[in-house]
């Protein structure tokens, strides 16, 4: 047998079972290897019938004291009774529709049995207990690997069939970390490795093959990502973009740069003028002021003759970036034209003409960017804001736009208000330069944040009217079934759009009645929302009931407060992107987050965002309650699944596997040392999806 051996050569597998076993990817020996458990059962202490604890699962190793008894009951229904004995007493075992277990189990000899301990009239007995002959040990008596499963395939089938591959092709299973890496990490052998993966010899064992297993992936990613990287460096020529000082640009805003914005322009003036196509992520948190550095990179382009699109995901936030740019970029000469999928044939025309004519120098908009029939003359900068809610498909439908124009690698530019933890950053933006604002602009008094009971409801609507009376406007945000997600990320009931609506409706006839609130959701048409959303800015409604829509990049600096309903439904990554859009003006303002959870954890991690204002930290926090899912499942991130890390508990050994990976890659940058073709092969295989990975 070999690691290719279909798993249809397995005894017992037929083509039914094969199907099914496709379903998990299963399709060879090499794949049962590469199927790891997703948890472990440990089933090594073994009890004297007497002591085992009754109502749980346990072992019970015990000798058979007489002949098993067959007996049907009715039709298609038979039973198997037997008594198995050990020093401390008696156990009666029972097994439905398993005559087998008559001719199995032998009087006199000793067996191990797994199952629920029950005990009725002083009798203690198992129903259909597992057993094996003592000495075994693959299902009783050891830790027992638990298997991502599906109908049809049991976790005990899927271990017997890995066992059998381990056995009989265990041996073929490559090492292909260098020798050196594996020494100086102490990382344990690829045999070790696989073996206790799935047969945990002991949890130490278990620890050491999931270190080398979770190594070496992170190991393979790193090179991956840094190959990419440096590809890029050597990559193609870029569009010259002729220098200018970051001074002339801010000689033009009404506010001096921060620190950070004015290091963040300086990196993106390099890179713009470096001969190679830019790729930079700017991170930084709500408020930063991120969009100035992106309008500097515009201003280059266009004093180059180029053209620049700045993509947003919402339609709100494209007006809005159109209302703060397309003024400032007419001071500069730049002529900014809007593109969105709520404008009228004519003026969308119009806009069209402008950007294929290249009089106009900006385009901002939504996905309409990418519609058909929008050309560029010279499209040489590509900008998307809060990059997570794009794919990767989208970044190169508009780079597919400025190839249409002659020009074949447009520098692109990436803002995202997510602060992600920076390991995180490397792996997630792997293939990006990053830049982070760290540093908010002056003049900003930190956001108040309080979590509260719903039995402060009355107190918090009253803060509400309170502010309002001090000439403030408030958001109340609801969770909600949205338009892109269709389902509620935490998995618990969401309100459907028409309870946020009966919401609204009650809020205002009957807790705000002189107030004016108005409704945001992601289901009204683009026109309704640009209509509701600048009466708001325009402070004609004093209170916003909204769901997630306004999460984004939306800017009304007379909001002051922002109250959120079912906090707990939110990661905090999230809540803290919420929270940023109050606090945007001179006025102190406040977050208050109102939850009917009592669970000590949910309060917990609610607090986090009382006692911080700083995304970054808030974002580590994130990763450490909640893990990656979060940063990875907001994003199509277009890089390999991994299997065994888990970087939200791996982040020590993913730093270990950098710097292992750097230092490799320095020594033999192509990889074309013989020793280090396995590597190479499986870096390729990794990153199947980027066939030229080398080049
Ligand atoms: P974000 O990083 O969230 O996208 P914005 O770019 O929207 O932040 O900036 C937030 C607000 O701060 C805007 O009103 C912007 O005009 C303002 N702003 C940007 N830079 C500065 C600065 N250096 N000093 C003062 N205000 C600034
Ligand atoms: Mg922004």
Same mark, same amino acid.
């Given at each position: 047998?070999?690691?290719?051996?279909?798993?249809?050569?397995? =005894?017992?597998?037929?083509?039914?079972?094969?199907?099914?076993?496709?379903?998990?990817?299963?399709?060879?020996?090499?794949?049962?290897?590469?199927?790891?458990?997703?948890?472990?059962?440990?089933?090594?202490?073994?009890? =004297?019938?007497?002591?085992?604890?009754?109502?749980?699962?346990?072992?019970?190793?015990?000798?058979?004291?007489?002949?098993?008894?067959?007996?049907?009951?009715?039709?298609?229904?038979?039973?198997?009774?037997?008594?198995?004995?050990?020093?401390?007493?008696?156990?009666?075992?029972?097994?439905? %529709?398993?005559?087998?277990?008559?001719?199995?189990?032998? /009087?006199?000899?000793?067996?191990?049995?797994?199952?629920?301990?029950?005990?009725?009239?002083?009798?203690?007995?198992?129903?259909?207990?597992?057993?094996?002959?003592?000495?075994?040990?693959?299902?009783?008596?050891?830790?027992? /690997?638990?298997?991502?499963?599906?109908?049809?395939?049991?976790?005990?089938?899927?271990?017997?069939?890995?066992?059998?591959?381990?056995?009989?092709?265990?041996?073929?299973?490559?090492?292909?970390?260098?020798?050196?890496?594996?020494?100086?990490?102490?990382?344990?052998?690829?045999?070790?490795?696989?073996?206790?993966?799935?047969? /945990?010899?002991?949890?130490?064992?278990?620890? @050491?093959?999931?270190?080398?297993?979770?190594?070496?992936?992170?190991?393979?990613?790193?090179?991956?990502?840094?190959?990419?990287?440096?590809?890029?460096?050597?990559?193609?020529?870029?569009?010259?973009?002729?220098?200018?000082?970051?001074?002339?640009?801010?000689?033009?805003?009404?506010?001096?740069?921060?620190?950070?914005?004015?290091?963040?322009?300086?990196?993106?003036?390099?890179?713009?003028? @470096?001969?190679?196509?830019?790729?930079?992520?700017?991170?930084?948190?709500?408020?930063?002021?991120?969009?100035?550095?992106?309008?500097?990179?515009?201003?280059?382009?266009?004093?180059?003759?180029?053209?620049?699109?700045?993509?947003?995901?919402?339609?709100?936030?494209?007006?809005?970036?159109?209302?703060?740019?397309?003024?400032?970029?007419?001071?500069?000469?730049?002529?900014?034209?809007?593109?969105?999928?709520?404008?009228?044939?004519?003026?969308?025309?119009?806009?069209?003409?402008?950007?294929?004519?290249?009089?106009?120098?900006?385009?901002?908009?939504?996905?309409?960017?990418?519609?058909?029939?929008?050309?560029?003359?010279?499209?040489?900068?590509?900008?998307?804001?809060?990059?997570?809610?794009?794919?990767?498909?989208?970044?190169?439908?508009?780079?597919?736009?400025?190839?249409?124009?002659?020009? =074949?690698?447009?520098?692109?530019?990436?803002?995202?208000?997510?602060?992600?933890?920076?390991?995180?950053?490397?792996?997630?933006?792997?293939?990006?330069?990053?830049?982070?604002?760290?540093?908010?602009? =002056?003049?900003?008094?930190?956001?108040?944040?309080?979590?509260?009971?719903?039995?402060?409801?009355?107190?918090?609507?009253?803060?509400?009217?309170?502010?309002?009376?001090?000439?403030?406007?408030?958001?109340?945000?609801?969770?909600?079934?949205?338009? %892109?997600?269709?389902?509620?990320?935490?998995?618990?009931?969401?309100?459907?759009?028409?309870?946020?609506?009966?919401?609204?409706?009650?809020?205002?006839?009957?807790?705000?009645?002189?107030?004016?609130?108005?409704?945001?959701?992601?289901?009204?048409?683009?026109?309704?929302?640009?209509?509701?959303?600048?009466?708001? @800015?325009?402070?004609?409604?004093?209170?916003?009931?909204?769901?997630?829509?306004?999460?984004?990049?939306?800017?009304?600096? %007379?909001?002051?407060?922002?109250?959120?309903?079912?906090?707990?439904?939110?990661?905090?990554?999230?809540?803290?992107?919420?929270?940023?859009?109050?606090?945007?003006?001179?006025?102190?303002?406040?977050?208050?987050?109102?939850?009917?959870?009592?669970?000590?954890?949910?309060?917990?991690?609610?607090?986090?965002?009382?006692?911080?204002?700083?995304?970054?930290?808030?974002?580590?926090?994130?990763?450490?309650?909640?893990?990656?899912?979060?940063?990875?499942?907001?994003?199509?991130?277009?890089?390999?699944?991994?299997?065994?890390?888990?970087?939200?508990?791996?982040?020590?050994?993913?730093?270990?596997?950098?710097?292992?990976?750097?230092?490799?890659?320095?020594?033999?940058?192509?990889?074309?040392? /013989?020793?280090?073709?396995?590597?190479?092969?499986?870096?390729?295989?990794?990153?199947?999806?980027?066939?030229?990975?080398?080049?």
């Amino acid at each position: 047998m070999t690691l290719d051996t279909p798993v249809t050569e397995f =005894p017992g597998i037929g083509p039914a079972r094969a199907v099914k076993l496709e379903k998990l990817n299963i399709r060879c020996a090499g794949d049962l290897l590469t199927a790891f458990p997703r948890d472990y059962e440990d089933r090594r202490a073994l009890y =004297p019938i007497q002591d085992a604890p009754v109502g749980q699962k346990v072992c019970i190793r015990a000798m058979v004291a007489e002949r098993p008894r067959l007996a049907r009951i009715r039709r298609g229904m038979d039973l198997v009774k037997v008594k198995v004995v050990d020093a401390t007493g008696t156990l009666y075992l029972t097994f439905f %529709n398993q005559s087998y277990v008559e001719k199995a189990l032998h /009087p006199g000899e000793e067996y191990i049995f797994f199952a629920a301990l029950e005990e009725r009239e002083h009798r203690r007995a198992m129903v259909n207990p597992l057993f094996e002959p003592v000495g075994r040990r693959q299902a009783t008596g050891c830790i027992v /690997p638990v298997y991502h499963l599906t109908e049809g395939i049991s976790s005990h089938l899927m271990a017997s069939l890995t066992r059998q591959a381990l056995d009989r092709c265990g041996d073929q299973l490559a090492e292909t970390l260098p020798q050196s890496v594996r020494l100086e990490h102490q990382l344990a052998q690829v045999a070790f490795a696989y073996e206790n993966i799935h047969f /945990p010899a002991s949890p130490e064992a278990l620890d @050491a093959a999931r270190r080398r297993l979770t190594f070496e992936e992170l190991f393979y990613l790193s090179i991956g990502l840094a190959s990419l990287k440096n590809r890029r460096d050597q990559g193609g020529p870029a569009v010259p973009i002729a220098p200018a000082p970051v001074d002339d640009f801010a000689a033009l805003l009404p506010f001096p740069l921060t620190g950070a914005q004015r290091r963040t322009m300086e990196e993106i003036a390099t890179d713009l003028t @470096a001969g190679r196509p830019m790729n930079r992520l700017v991170q930084g948190d709500v408020g930063s002021g991120k969009t100035m550095t992106a309008a500097y990179a515009v201003w280059l382009a266009a004093r180059s003759g180029l053209q620049a699109a700045l993509m947003a995901p919402t339609e709100v936030l494209a007006q809005q970036h159109f209302k703060t740019l397309a003024p400032l970029m007419a001071q500069l000469g730049v002529d900014t034209v809007l593109l969105t999928g709520s404008m009228g044939a004519a003026a969308r025309r119009d806009a069209r003409e402008r950007l294929a004519l290249g009089s106009a120098r900006l385009a901002i908009g939504t996905h309409a960017l990418l519609s058909e029939g929008v050309e560029f003359r010279a499209l040489g900068l590509v900008v998307t804001d809060e990059q997570h809610r794009f794919g990767v498909a989208q970044r190169s439908a508009l780079a597919a736009k400025a190839q249409a124009g002659g020009i =074949p690698a447009p520098h692109v530019l990436v803002m995202s208000a997510t602060p992600i933890p920076r390991t995180l950053a490397l792996i997630i933006y792997g293939d990006l330069d990053v830049s982070v604002l760290d540093e908010l602009p =002056p003049g900003r008094t930190p956001i108040e944040t309080f979590v509260v009971g719903e039995d402060k409801r009355q107190r918090m609507y009253g803060f509400v009217r309170k502010l309002v009376g001090e000439g403030r406007q408030a958001y109340i945000v609801c969770p909600a079934v949205e338009e %892109n997600t269709g389902e509620d990320p935490a998995g618990g009931p969401v309100l459907d759009l028409k309870a946020v609506t009966v919401y609204a409706k009650r809020l205002q006839e009957e807790v705000f009645p002189q107030l004016r609130v108005g409704l945001l959701h992601g289901k009204m048409r683009p026109r309704e929302k640009e209509s509701v959303m600048s009466a708001f @800015a325009a402070g004609a409604l004093d209170i916003l009931v909204s769901t997630t829509v306004i999460e984004v990049g939306v800017d009304v600096p %007379n909001a002051a407060l922002m109250v959120v309903e079912n906090p707990e439904r939110f990661g905090l990554s999230q809540l803290h992107q919420l929270r940023g859009r109050v606090g945007r003006g001179k006025h102190q303002s406040y977050c208050v987050l109102i939850t009917g959870s009592h669970s000590a954890a949910a309060l917990q991690r609610l607090k986090v965002l009382a006692k911080t204002t700083d995304g970054f930290k808030i974002s580590e926090e994130d990763l450490r309650l909640r893990g990656p899912g979060d940063f990875f499942g907001s994003r199509q991130h277009g890089l390999p699944t991994l299997h065994v890390a888990d970087l939200s508990g791996d982040l020590r050994t993913l730093t270990q596997a950098q710097q292992a990976a750097q230092a490799l890659l320095e020594a033999d940058p192509g990889l074309e040392l /013989p020793e280090h073709q396995p590597v190479r092969a499986r870096v390729r295989e990794l990153f199947r999806d980027t066939p030229d990975i080398f080049n």
